[in-house]
């Protein structure tokens, strides 16, 4: 498992994969982990989401695309954090393209071969949990509360109970073993129905994580219950919110800093010494002996400032909730895209802490009013917005994707953390966020909201873009239809008000379309019909409004200020269409062959109400165009 990584620039960057960052024990494993890195001189990226991924879903799948942007053979290591993920097929993709690169690949809490594990020791701090319980506290009678049944947590944790009773000589009750589900309600209804066993009553109730513990004591304390005194409570997992009860829950909880400090010493001996790196390393859990148990004495602190903290955490989160309402509300009006992005910074300031930076796709610009070159490809990305030091642009470049290069040398020393998050609508993927985050500790549950809104907001901008776009064009050739033609025409008169202008028009009509029809089937007319569409772009240049009127009738239009008109513009479209008329001829070679018959004028145009005039005058060049080729073809014919 040799690293292979030759790449000076990006080899001190290494990879954090993580679902569910809102979650606060996650999202603390993960700085813990990136403060560990950054003081032994590593860059890190983390790719992270927040759906659970265990059962897929079209939202769980959108999620998990921002797995397939990680540039593996740039980084130094790929840490995989399992127990967040949950997909096995995803995790094992995921280490097969480390790997394949000669990436190491390190697990946390989910054991993959090929890869170095951090494995979890819960079994032996939650058996040394219950014997304190049993054998250090001298409880006699003792309930237990498992998670889901089949859990392998919440039956590995059940089997550690029944050990220890067994090894006391104590009997196994099954009545005194039940499932909470590892949520506070189910735990609830099961005590509940405990505390109806007045004859049969628990001395100590030993839970399998903090949640249903912490239920547990709210239902004995409503029944009259004193905790410890009357009954022991313990949980297990140690979480964020045991500090701010009373009693102070007696649980377990892993040495975070232990496992960041073991994913470094296996990222520093891969590269020395990869032969002598052991495969899997045990971190273990500590008991946090608490007032739950009677091991320390209960300690009413004054409740004003956890009150406050929690008032003003409200306060907060309401005023953000209503900041994403107004977001949403005020951004999904209308149809054009670059119009919202553009309204970006007035309708969301600060909701982006930091400089950040949105790609996207090729499908999300599809059907919209984005410009992207003619050579943009479906795998191609786009710098859409950006925002640095305070002030939002639209870059609107390509960049190179899957690789660190797309990342400005700028930012690779200004930040030692970027945070990558997928963007898109169900299972549509429009591209992902990159945000610097350096030391900061970021509000991940107030993120998810905002990239949950974003996306929304994006998505039904979009689908209103999509109909739009049908709308105005033809579905056929993707030219604008005669209702879209006037109103692009309008929309460039108008950008041109005030300066004499020049208009160049065209008036083409596909010759023998009925014949074709006829003759060859109206599959082959469609042919036809997209064929002199696509000459006639191509003939019209970037500056060219076309469109198909209707049957075989096409108009293109070009503006130009006074001064600016190409020279030999008229001939050279006219060469140019009839250029590539023959070309597909002599490279289809079709039964029939394809003609157009165009009328054109090159004039001054005053109001865009002047149009219908000057088409009038290429329609008439047009039909004089049209006798020649049918008076040549009757010539032929004899």
């Known amino acids: 498992m040799k690293n292979e990584n030759n790449n000076p620039r990006k080899s001190n960057i290494i990879g954090i994969c993580v679902s569910q960052l809102q979650n606060y024990e996650v999202s603390g494993l993960t700085h813990t982990i990136y403060q560990c890195a950054r003081a032994n001189g590593y860059h890190v990226m983390v790719f992270g989401c927040f759906a659970k ?218 590269e020395t010494d990869p032969e002598t790196v052991p495969q899997s390393v045990l971190v273990p859990f500590h008991i946090l002996r608490g007032e739950s148990c009677g091991c320390t004495p209960i300690h009413f602190q004054p409740s004003n400032q956890y009150v406050l903290e929690l008032n003003d955490h409200i306060a907060t989160k309401q005023i953000h909730i209503d900041r994403i309402f107004e977001m949403m509300t005020e951004m999904t009006e209308g149809h054009s895209m670059l119009d919202v992005l553009k309204r970006f910074p007035e309708c969301a300031p600060d909701m982006i802490d930091g400089d950040c930076q949105v790609f996207v796709n090729e499908y999300f610009c599809r059907h919209t009013d984005i410009p992207i070159s003619k050579g943009f490809r479906k795998d191609d990305i786009l710098l859409l917005l950006e925002q640095r030091d305070g002030k939002m642009s639209l870059p609107l470049r390509k960049v190179k994707s899957h690789s660190i290069d797309m990342i400005p040398q700028e930012i690779l020393e200004k930040t030692d953390r970027l945070l990558y998050l997928p963007l898109h609508w169900q299972n549509e993927v429009y591209g992902y966020i990159s945000l610097e985050c350096s030391d900061r500790k970021f509000d991940y549950e107030r993120l998810k909201d905002f990239m949950m809104a974003m996306s929304q907001i994006l998505g039904i901008v979009r689908n209103q873009s999509q109909l739009y776009d049908m709308y105005i064009r033809d579905s056929l050739t993707g030219l604008y239809n005669r209702r879209g033609f006037y109103g692009e025409l309008a929309s460039r008169m108008k950008s041109l008000k005030g300066k004499k202008c020049y208009i160049f028009l065209a008036s083409v009509d596909l010759d023998h379309l009925k014949s074709i029809n006829d003759t060859h089937g109206h599959g082959e007319g469609d042919v036809a019909i997209r064929a002199v569409a696509d000459a006639l772009v191509e003939a019209a240049g970037d500056n060219g409004i076309c469109a198909r009127f209707g049957g075989d009738e096409y108009v293109a239009v070009c503006l130009w200020n006074e001064g600016k008109v190409p020279e030999d513009f008229v001939a050279g479209f006219q060469k140019r269409l009839l250029l590539w008329i023959d070309d597909w001829n002599q490279a289809e070679n079709k039964p029939y062959e394809l003609g157009a018959s165009t009328g054109v004028i090159l004039e001054p145009i005053h109001d865009v109400d002047d149009i219908d005039e000057l088409m009038k005058k290429a329609d008439d060049n047009m039909y004089d165009c049209k006798v020649r080729h049918h008076s040549i073809r009757a010539r032929r014919r004899v």
Not at 65 to 79: G, T, V
Not at 143 to 157: D, Q, T, V
Not at 171 to 193: L, M, N, S, T
């Open 53 to 270: 991924m265990d059962f897929p879903t079209p939202h769980s799948n959108g999620e998990a695309s921002i797995f397939e942007n990680i540039p593996m053979k740039d980084l130094k290591a790929l840490i995989l954090m399992g127990q967040t993920i949950l997909h096995r097929e995803l995790l094992l993709r995921l280490r097969d393209e480390a790997v394949a690169v000669g990436t190491p690949v390190i697990t946390v809490d989910y054991e993959l071969d090929k890869c170095f594990n951090i494995r979890l020791d819960y079994l032996s701090c939650f058996k040394r949990l219950v014997r304190h319980v049993i054998e250090g506290h001298h409880r006699h009678n003792p309930y237990f509360m498992a998670g889901f049944k089949g859990n392998a947590f919440s039956e590995e944790r059940l089997d550690a109970f029944v050990e220890v009773l067994e090894e006391n000589g104590m009997p196994v009750v099954q009545e005194h073993i039940a499932y909470g589900d590892f949520w506070g309600k189910p735990a609830r209804r099961v005590c509940e129905q405990w505390m109806e066993r007045t004859d049969d009553f628990p001395d100590a109730i030993i839970c399998a994580n903090d949640t249903m513990a912490l239920a547990v004591i709210d239902v004995l304390e409503e029944n009259g219950y004193h905790v410890p005194e009357d009954v022991i409570v313990t949980g297990f997992d140690g979480i964020e919110l045991i500090k701010y009860c009373i009693p102070r829950l007696t649980t377990g909880r892993v040495d975070q800093e232990e496992i960041a400090e073991q994913i470094m010493h296996i990222v520093k001996r891969v």
